[in-house]
């Protein structure tokens, strides 16, 4: 680990260029190349993947949930190999953050789901398999897939305790910094999807759709294109 050697640039640059590769809204530039115009106008207004499943092009939906969980992955990965384990896990927090406020966007992006799950895919698969069967089990009983999210980002503070080993023998003098970093993110998550909760209580949710077509939107405050409905 870097870090023991006194040298804070390597995780400088980890989770920098974590920030830097979370923050390229792939939503945004495919949707753009194929021609359906600023995604932001359509559905909820996210950059997500569910949201460009909203134009009914599943192929572009597919490669945008690829890449943005590739964003976190692969931003881990490389930390991982070239500085340690939890630069690693830094870096694809980084991208996770550069996903939600990405500075391309004045700091308005998405909800971070597939770059979170990308993220633990490449440091943990444990807890990877753990948050997907999460998220499949809620999905399936609610048929929601804010619900799914929610389920899956719920279930990442157990799973990184129970998980933690190579967290627990890391140089970090900050005990259980694992879990605490598992609660943050579930926080956040929690956070962005606020408006999906309330309308999860009030039943007016939609559910889990692959059919085509743009959602009805409606002018945010900054007269944006924004719904009421959707997930990402």
Known sequence: MMLENGSLLPWLLSIGGGYLLGA???????????????IR???????????????????LALA??????????????LAWWLVGWEA?????????VGHLYPVWLGFRGGKGVATGLGTFAAVSWPIFVGMALAWLATAAVTRRSSAGAL???????????????RAAASAIALPYWFVILGFLLAAVVWYKHRANVSRLIQGTEPAISFGGGKARTEP????????DRGEE
Do not use: C, M, Q, W
């Open 64 to 77: 945008v949930l690829v890449l943005d969980a590739g964003k976190g992955g692969f931003a881990a990965a």
């Open 220 to 227: 945010g405050h900054d007269g944006e294109g924004v719904t």
């Open 41 to 59: 106008k359509i559905g909820s207004g996210h950059i997500g993947a569910t949201n460009v499943l909203r134009t009914g092009n599943r192929p």
């Open 24 to 38: 390229v809204p792939f939503g945004l530039v495919l949707t753009r190349l194929a021609g359906y115009g600023d």
């Open 151 to 165: 389920g899956a980002f719920t279930a990442l503070p157990l799973l990184t305790a129970v998980f933690g080993e």
């Open 88 to 96: 690693g896990v830094f870096a694809g927090t980084a991208a996770f």
